[in-house]
């Protein structure tokens, strides 16, 4: 979706049509909704609001490829950008900064980025993945190998002795 920024009226535009926005570059990923605010700001342009979508990942413990769901919270002030990259100053406080020209806004784009910079650090394909065993490096959400059974501590043993020499 591109939109022209002298297009946007005062009260901003409103994009929560996922079809709106267009579909990501890579086909295996897909937007699930969008609720996104665009105003302008003399010639800048603010967008926030929030992206939702499902982007395969490799799970970090299991190496198993999984569906992951990206919630992109954005927030960007968009620039017309300068003809010299010199004259620009960026305020601390603006951490998300990008560049549109042309009198165009490419939402299509910046979803996508959105959606990248959200990505986990380290995907899990769930919370309590077991992770591959370090022994035999079998998927130990697949199957329980026997190597995966640790040895019983030796602190616990001397519980259970004093725990069955006390019911006696
Ligand atoms: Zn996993
Ligand atoms: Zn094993």
């Known amino acids: ?10 009260d901003g535009l409103m994009v929560d049509h996922v079809t709106a926005v267009g579909s990501f570059s890579d086909p295996a990923w ?12 003399h010639v800048d342009v603010l967008v926030s609001g929030e992206v939702l979508a499902t982007v395969p990942q490799l799970c970090g413990r299991c190496l198993e490829p999984f569906p992951a769901d990206v919630r992109a919270a954005v927030d960007v002030r968009l620039i017309p ?3 010299t990259a010199d004259n620009v100053e960026l305020a601390p406080d ?14 299509g784009a910046l979803v996508e980025a959105e959606t990248t ?4 650090m380290k995907p899990l394909c769930r919370d309590d993945c077991r992770g591959l ?6 998927n130990r959400n697949v199957v329980a190998c026997a ?3 640790r040895a019983p501590d030796p602190r616990l043993t001397v519980l259970k002795d004093l725990a069955t020499r006390l019911s006696h």
């Open 133 to 138: 065993c370090p022994v035999c490096g079998g």
């Open 1 to 10: 979706m591109r939109i022209r920024v002298s297009d946007i009226q005062e």
């Open 81 to 83: 950008r300068p003809a």
């Open 94 to 107: 603006d951490l998300d900064v990008d560049f549109y020209q042309n009198d165009e806004l490419d939402l």
């Open 147 to 149: 190597c995966s059974e």
């Open 117 to 120: 910079l959200a990505l986990p």
């Open 30 to 41: 897909r937007l699930d909704a969008v609720s996104l605010r665009v105003l302008r700001e």
